[in-house]
């Protein structure tokens, strides 16, 4: 029985900080945004020669009591779980660490306060606080196409890359380093340019050969950009007919799981009873 109180306050921190679902948790996510958008000016105008020099301390003020908040927020995020090894791993866990330190890390290493703009990646949670419900379902299917799509992707770029190799090396041999192709690395580098559609125009073909091959290289080019999207397109129509249910915010306080059926009763991911009292 004496544990109870325990369970209970540590059930409440978990819906207020990984949740959004409740107005404490929006005005938690909100708080925390404020903070995000004031590190990332403070650390635009720290570059600002002569708002740097007359507001020094100020600004220098300003980012540890940012780094302060931030510090204590990490820290609850560790205490409210089951297994905090699942949330320091986990993807945002590094991107929340990563918006952290950088303070810290400038005490011994010059400059490493400018890592402070890895804060901004923070800012990609913002829909869970704009009521946008129906987003967050439409998050999650794009996600999972995503994931889905992981497997094709990576023998596509493998294909393209071999593509790449086997192409800047014809032009390494057809141009040749009179005309700036001076290795078969570089000849690679101008392949992924001109294919990428990029063109910085520091190298190009000079002779007949070479410019045909670059035009083949850059119709190649329109038709590799599509592949990816449509494989992602794919998976992401099959997502959207399997989706029958709205999703919300709440997180599993087991395995972090989220975008969770609204009528869910239990974890998709571990079985974890949502809601259940935390140890």
């Not at 699942?86 to 945002?92: N, P």
């Not at 946008?132 to 794009?142: C, D, Q, R, T, V």
């Not at 992981?150 to 800047?168: C, D, W, Y």
Request: charged share 15%; aromatic share 10%.
């Amino acid at each position: 029985m004496s544990n109870r109180p325990k369970q209970h306050w540590k059930q409440r921190a978990h819906e207020i900080i990984f949740e959004a679902d409740t107005p404490e948790g929006k005005a938690f996510d909100i708080g925390i945004l404020i903070l995000i958008v004031i590190s990332v000016i403070t650390l635009m105008l720290s570059t600002v020669e002569g708002l740097n020099t007359r507001y020094a301390n100020l600004i220098n003020l300003t980012e540890w009591m940012v780094t302060g908040l931030f510090t204590l927020e990490y820290l609850a995020r560790i205490i409210v779980l089951k297994k905090p090894s699942r949330y320091i791993f986990s993807f945002w866990g590094v991107i929340d660490l990563l918006a952290t330190i950088p303070k810290y890390l400038a005490l011994f290493f010059v400059g490493a306060n400018y890592l402070s703009v890895l804060r901004a990646l923070r800012l990609v949670r913002v829909f869970r606080i704009l009521d946008l419900a129906p987003y967050i379902g439409e998050s999650h299917n794009l996600t999972a196409a995503l994931r889905a799509s992981k497997a094709k992707i990576l023998v596509f770029l493998v294909a393209v890359i071999s593509l790449s190799i086997v192409l800047g090396t014809v032009m390494y041999w057809v141009e040749g380093p009179q005309h700036g192709f001076t290795s078969i690395p570089k000849s690679v580098y101008w392949t992924i340019v001109t294919m990428t559609t990029v063109g910085y125009g520091d190298i190009a073909p000079e002779t007949g050969t070479g410019q045909l091959i670059a035009s083949i290289v850059m119709i190649l080019g329109y038709g590799i950009i599509a592949v990816p999207t449509g494989i992602v397109t794919a998976e992401y129509t099959q997502n959207l007919k399997n989706s029958k249910h709205s999703t919300n915010t709440q997180s599993c306080p087991n395995c972090l799981a989220d975008f969770h059926h609204d009528d869910a009763k239990y974890c998709y991911s571990c079985g974890e009873a949502l809601g259940d009292s935390l140890g």
